[in-house]
T-cell receptor
Framework: GAGVSQTPSNKVTEKGKYVELRCDPI?????LYWYRQSLGQGPEFLIY????????DSGLPNDRFFAVRPEGSVSTLKIQRTERGDSAVYLC???????????????FGEGSRLTVL | KQEVTQIPAALSVPEGENLVLNCSFT??????LQWFRQDPGKGLTSLLL?????REQTSGRLNASLDKSSGRSTLYIAASQPGDSATYLC?????????????FGGGTRLMVKP
């Protein structure tokens, strides 16, 4: 597609439920990133994929968070046993891989706003 | 650990003013620095990207400079307009093989009054 697409745009769930957030990156971008942004703060890194593999998952806060990218394109961020503190906007971004000689400029989607009641 | 700070946190100016937003980072070993704009409830829009070997980039009324050795970048907005009202975020990418993550500052919330 023309840009990074994220669904759903808004998700309201109850504490303890399971949530999946989807990201469809820009066509041709091999690198995909998940970030989390709380109100009034800058985005915080969660996980980075190069192709199908998670090259850096150091930002995932705990083992309730997991992300996959099985075919190297669409990615799903999965949150188990949601807690109220998980409420935030989850942003996805994609780019060409910087080692390909390109600029490595990141392009972000509109985000998925998660509210855990 | 890289830390990115943006000053001021909020700024309100009358229309037409030239203004400067500041970004500082603690680790100068960066690959590039990117400035973004974020409108309320929206995602991030890339404004300018400066590679570590560059000193500045310009796009329209925007000019971003980078002084890697001192850990500073500035975003200059000329002749500000009400439509420039948004949050401006800077982010740095680590260099070498250290990974690909961007580290963001907390942003500067800009309001340009008509």
């Amino acid at each position: 597609g023309a840009g990074v697409s994220q669904t759903p745009s808004n998700k309201v769930t109850e504490k303890g439920k399971y949530v999946e957030l989807r990201c469809d990156p820009i066509s041709g971008h091999t690198a995909l990133y998940w970030y989390r942004q709380s109100l009034g703060q800058g985005p915080e890194f969660l996980i980075y994929f190069q192709g199908t593999g998670a090259a850096d998952d150091s930002g995932l806060p705990n083992d309730r968070f997991f992300a996959v990218r099985p075919e190297g394109s669409v990615s799903t961020l999965k949150i188990q046993r949601t807690e109220r503190g998980d409420s935030a906007v989850y942003l996805c971004a994609s780019s060409f891989e910087w080692t390909s000689g390109r600029s490595g400029e990141l392009f972000f989607g509109e985000g998925s706003r998660l509210t855990v009641l | 650990k890289q830390e990115v700070t943006q000053i001021p946190a909020a700024l309100s100016v009358p229309e037409g003013e030239n203004l400067v937003l500041n970004c500082s980072f603690t680790d100068s070993a960066i690959y590039n620095l990117q400035w973004f704009r974020q409108d309320p409830g929206k995602g991030l829009t890339s404004l300018l990207l400066i590679q570590s070997s560059q000193r500045e980039q310009t796009s329209g009324r925007l000019n971003a400079s980078l002084d890697k050795s001192s850990g500073r970048s500035t975003l200059y907005i000329a002749a500000s307009q009400p439509g420039d009202s948004a949050t401006y975020l800077c982010a740095v990418r680590r260099g070498g093989n250290a990974g690909n993550m961007l580290t963001f500052g907390g942003g500067t919330r800009l309001m340009v009054k008509p």
